[in-house]
């Protein structure tokens, strides 16, 4: 297993342990052991995201969406069915309750979820506010900063 060292992103950056934690998290966590169920990530915009899981065998009552400090949850929990109303002779189809978890990016929301096909699409949106986009600034001379004359003075006299 690999360790990371961050300590270089913390010399030259201010506020951003939070994403050196979520790195750390997502290299040590995930390490491809938890892959059921399937799930896709698709960008679908310039500002727009689609979370795509299998649940095929799972309604819609028995899927839980939610956020949750910053982090997409979803989870499913099959209703329990007694033995004695279905006899398996071979059961194939996994339809084991399951977690999983998006850390998602500053200022993005979950907009709308739907299933069709036995997916479930979560539709997302990042919205940057106003006070946070890019916005230019006037450069002014220095004879009108403010709208005030310039300190300096300008001589008149004759000489």
């Known amino acids: 297993m690999r360790n990371y060292d961050f300590t270089p992103l ?3 950056t201010v506020g951003f342990d939070r994403l050196a ?3 750390d998290v997502a290299l ?3 390490n491809g052991t938890n892959t059921y169920p399937p799930y896709n990530i698709e960008k679908a915009g310039e500002n727009k995201y689609r979370i795509t899981v299998a649940v095929s ?3 819609e009552n028995e899927l839980n969406v939610e956020m949750r400090e910053g982090q997409l949850a979803i989870s499913a929990k099959k209703e329990e069915i007694s033995n004695d109303q279905v ?3 071979h059961r194939g189809i996994a339809q084991r309750a399951f977690e999983k978890r998006f850390q998602l990016a500053d200022h993005v929301r979950p907009i709308g979820a739907e299933t069709r096909d036995g ?3 979560i539709d997302l949106l990042r919205e940057v506010p106003e006070a946070l986009k890019p916005r ?16 300096e003075k300008v001589s008149t ?3």
């Not at 006037?138 to 310039?150: K, L």
């Open 87 to 89: 006899t398996y002779l």
């Open 136 to 151: 230019k600034i006037e450069i002014s001379n220095s004879a009108t900063i403010n709208g005030r004359a310039s300190r």
């Open 10 to 12: 913390y010399r030259s």
């Open 157 to 159: 006299k004759a000489n």
């Open 57 to 59: 065998g799972f309604s």
């Open 28 to 30: 040590t966590a995930d």
């Open 119 to 121: 997916l479930l699409h």
């Open 21 to 23: 934690s979520m790195l």
